[in-house]
């Protein structure tokens, strides 16, 4: 949405011929370029994470927008008849951006605004990087939506750092000339050429979103997809069911019921993105659920589904013969101390201690 956004900043600015258009696009969504960044390391941290909450922390990333717009209150608190003359003078006749803003120039603004985002777009990639030696290290394989993801998260990226590094070459272009490899920058990144690949880029990206349907509808799996699935079965598949929050609570659980009863939960790679897939059902209905509903995670319901699980086989005395390291792992967590942390925080003593107990009671 931001980026479409700035398209239509873009469409107002320099192609309307609409003074007025011009006014409103001038300055007003500058904060709008110190979004992107951010927006797109919460969404890869998210996507890759159990965890989809936002975070109070996360506030911290959107301090450069907040700057930026108190910056420009001196152009943005001026009357709207000011605003037509300054905005087209600049825009269609001197291409001098010098404007009075607090603390900023406008140059610094469209200079850090691209630097900006080539930042968060290269950190974004190394924390993906990260995130998945981290899920080998802890799981040993990765998800096998990785691939999926892996691709949608690189063509995200790749955009953005062509967007960003046209339009700072662009800027760089009015300010001072340069060459790179003997072609001259007023050539390379000319007006011309940079509103083709800007606007081009921002098509594509809203193109490729339908060549991934999973990502679109926003039901990634962590299946394995059924060899010759065609595009239509693949997006019939991914498509959620209409579940509306807090009135159909009560139908969740009785879905719940029978798809518990397979023991989803002690697979090792079992997440709320798993859990919406399987049961077509979005992660924000489920993560409403969890949070509002149940008042815990989903994190902390999956524990409690486990060491229930635990409970139950060790009641039935059909883990006599097995150590506590085996019962941890068929249960699906990922270590023994976790397995025990888990056990003693919701049984108040340890998978030992509540063996030794039921042993002494039969």
């Known amino acids: 949405m931001c980026c479409n956004l700035i398209v239509l900043v873009y469409f107002g600015l320099h192609f309307s011929n609409n003074q007025f258009w011009e006014a409103i696009f001038f300055v007003h969504f500058l904060p709008l370029s110190y979004i992107i960044g951010p927006l797109l390391f919460v969404y890869v941290r998210t996507t890759i994470s159990d965890n989809k909450q936002f975070k109070k922390t996360d506030w911290l990333h959107f301090i450069p927008a907040f700057l930026i717009l108190i910056a420009t209150l001196p152009y943005t608190s001026l009357p709207f008849h000011k605003k037509f ?3 087209h003078q600049i825009v269609k006749i001197t291409e001098n951006y010098s404007l009075n803003f607090y603390f900023v120039t406008f140059e610094f603004i469209l200079y850090s605004r691209s630097i900006h985002l080539i930042i968060y777009a290269i950190f974004s990639f190394f924390y993906f990087r990260y995130s998945t030696k981290k899920i080998i290290n802890t ?7 990785h691939l999926i993801i892996n691709r949608w998260i690189n063509i995200l990226i790749i955009i953005q750092v062509l967007i960003a590094g046209n339009s700072l070459g662009h800027m760089t272009t009015l300010y001072h000339k340069f060459s ?12 011309l050429y940079f509103f083709r690949i800007c606007g081009g ?3 594509i990206q809203n193109f ?12 990634i799996s962590y299946q394995v997809l059924k060899e010759n699935e065609g595009i239509i079965e693949e997006i019939k598949s991914s498509i959620a069911k209409k579940v509306t929050p807090s009135a159909n609570f009560e139908n969740l659980d009785i879905t719940l019921n029978p798809y518990l ?3 989803p939960f002690v697979k090792k790679g079992f997440s709320l993105s798993q859990m919406s897939f399987d049961l077509k059902i979005s992660e924000r ?4 659920y969890f949070n509002k509903e149940l008042s815990k995670t989903f994190g902390e319901w999956k524990n409690d589904q486990r060491i229930s699980y635990v409970c139950q086989i060790l009641d039935e005395g059909k883990a006599k013969d097995i150590t506590i390291e085996a019962i941890s792992i068929n249960a699906g967590f990922v270590s023994r101390s976790k397995f025990i942390d888990a ?7 340890t998978p030992s201690a509540y063996i030794k107990g039921i042993a002494e009671h039969t």
């Open 85 to 87: 003359e300054i905005a």
């Open 139 to 145: 799981y040993g394989i990765v998800p096998t939506n």
């Open 180 to 191: 790179i490899l003997g072609i001259k920058s007023t050539d390379l990144f000319s007006e």
């Open 201 to 203: 880029a921002f098509v």
């Open 208 to 219: 490729i979103l339908f060549l991934f349907p999973k990502i679109l509808y926003g039901n």
């Open 261 to 263: 009863a397979t023991l």
């Open 285 to 288: 209905i489920l993560s409403n």
């Open 343 to 349: 056990f003693k925080e919701r049984k108040g003593v």
